[in-house]
């Protein structure tokens, strides 16, 4: 097993702050030294930055971490479904905003999940502000959207409340825990702590219909990857590729397809499930601080 090297990693003290963004207050994690060189880490769903508490300390000696929770999730704000536009699109702009508030005008993006289609979004918006790419079970190919989607690719064609309804499962305890151990071969290295903090906020009164939102507008993410793939192909940002291969809801079939569009990736396949972080942090660790040592701060 390989260890995480950090002899030369100093200890380094993370904070916890918001910022007003279109009225809300969003929260973020944020620690490393200010004048460093920015790493965007963009959490999935259902969890928050919390995905990111491990990770943080082992980058943040070098390099300035900022890690939002979106509306809706973790410690920022949720409004009502029906008074606030749930969309990737609109998580995009308010990421773009507290970028702006917090004066990151570049950025190494970490994406997973749903981090993925927020951070392209983002790199769309400003791709001359990306200094690299990390991509952590974050899709961006056809070929990544599995069975596992069959019945989020049936709400996208009908709409019906029927098939809104059929996702039910998706925000429960049970397809929480599915998400942190499925395809892990040890479950005593997945903290229950996880579920514990997840599954109270998706359990917020209303906070289903959220969810539900944002499963539907996925179809959007999906309609813009001949865009991201351009800006792949275009731009040809340096990209490191952790996957947990076991994955069911983004298997390795969504990992490969990138080596089509920036040959010089590095891609990594590890023998885990969906959140790598929580099993692999003592491979992936290493990984991203040699990828950003060399890809990023010596730019």
């Known amino acids: 097993m390989t260890e995480v090297k950090n002899a030369h990693r100093q200890p380094v003290t993370v904070h916890y702050r918001t910022a007003t963004v279109e009225g809300l207050k ?17 959490h999935g769903f259902p969890t928050s930055s919390h995905m990111f508490r491990n990770l943080i300390p082992l980058l943040a000696d070098r390099y300035r971490v900022i890690a939002p929770d979106y509306p809706g999730f973790g410690s920022s704000d949720a409004p009502d479904h029906k008074t606030f536009t749930y969309s990737f699109a609109h998580y995009a702009d308010i990421v773009d905003d507290l970028l702006g508030q917090l004066g990151a005008g570049s950025y190494a993006l970490y994406v997973m999940d749903y981090g993925a289609p927020v951070g392209y979004r983002l790199a769309l918006k400003h791709p001359e502000r990306v ?6 079970n974050g899709n961006a ?19 019906s409340q029927k098939d809104r309804d059929a996702q039910a499962a998706m925000v429960t305890l049970e397809g929480t825990k599915f998400q942190y151990t499925d395809g892990v071969k040890d479950i005593s290295r997945i903290s229950p702590d996880n579920w514990a903090h997840d599954q109270p906020l998706l359990d917020r009164p209303g906070n289903n219909e959220i969810q539900f939102d944002l499963f539907y507008d996925y179809r959007t993410n999906v309609a813009l990857y001949p865009e991201i793939q351009a800006f792949f192909r275009d731009r040809q940002p340096p990209t490191l590729i952790v996957w947990g291969e076991n994955d069911k809801i983004f298997p390795a079939e969504g990992a490969h397809p990138y080596l089509r569009d920036i040959p010089d990736a590095e891609l990594h396949l590890l023998d885990t499930g969906h959140f790598a972080l929580e099993d692999k942090l003592d491979e992936i660790a290493p990984l991203i601080q040699d990828f950003l040592d060399r890809q990023v701060a010596a730019r």
């Open 141 to 159: 190919y056809e070929e990544g959207l599995g069975e596992f989607w069959h019945p989020i690719k049936a709400y996208w064609a009908s709409g």
């Open 26 to 42: 969003i929260f973020y994690r944020e620690a490393g030294p200010a004048d460093g060189p920015v790493v965007l880490l963009l």
């Open 131 to 136: 200094t690299g790419l990390i991509v952590q």
